[in-house]
């Protein structure tokens, strides 16, 4: 298991975890084992220059504070799963890489 420091290291933000799909879910299960609430994530593509854009296919999850802390770890494991997939299926822009900004309430 990488620890948030490693993964932090690797996001493409210094401000925010904007990383890429295993760090994403593995980040999940960091923040669940640390009990740090999610609020939800929001997909950012990453072109091979460095630049960073919003993704319109991927734009992750709303407000997610209704649901427990367990219903939002599945949750987002799910979704940012379903996303991966999609992307691999058909990516909405093939000059760049999905990655996933996953927002901690801390």
């Known amino acids: 298991m990488s620890s948030l420091q490693s993964i932090k290291s690797r ?3 210094e401000k ?3 990383v890429s799909y ?3 879910l593995e980040l999940v299960s960091i923040f669940d084992q640390l ?3 999610i609020l939800g994530w929001e997909g950012w593509l990453l072109y091979e220059d460095g630049n960073l854009e919003l993704s319109q296919d ?9 649901l427990s802390d ?3 770890v599945a949750f ?3 979704t940012i799963s379903e996303a991966k997939v999609d992307w691999d299926k058909k990516p909405e822009n093939d000059k760049a890489k999905l990655y996933f900004c996953i927002t901690p309430d801390k």
């Open 76 to 78: 987002m494991k799910t």
């Open 70 to 72: 367990e219903a939002t």
């Open 35 to 37: 009990r740090i609430r």
């Open 58 to 66: 991927h734009q992750g999850t709303a407000d997610l504070t209704e």
């Open 11 to 13: 996001s493409v933000s």
């Open 16 to 18: 925010e975890f904007i």
């Open 22 to 24: 295993a760090d994403a």
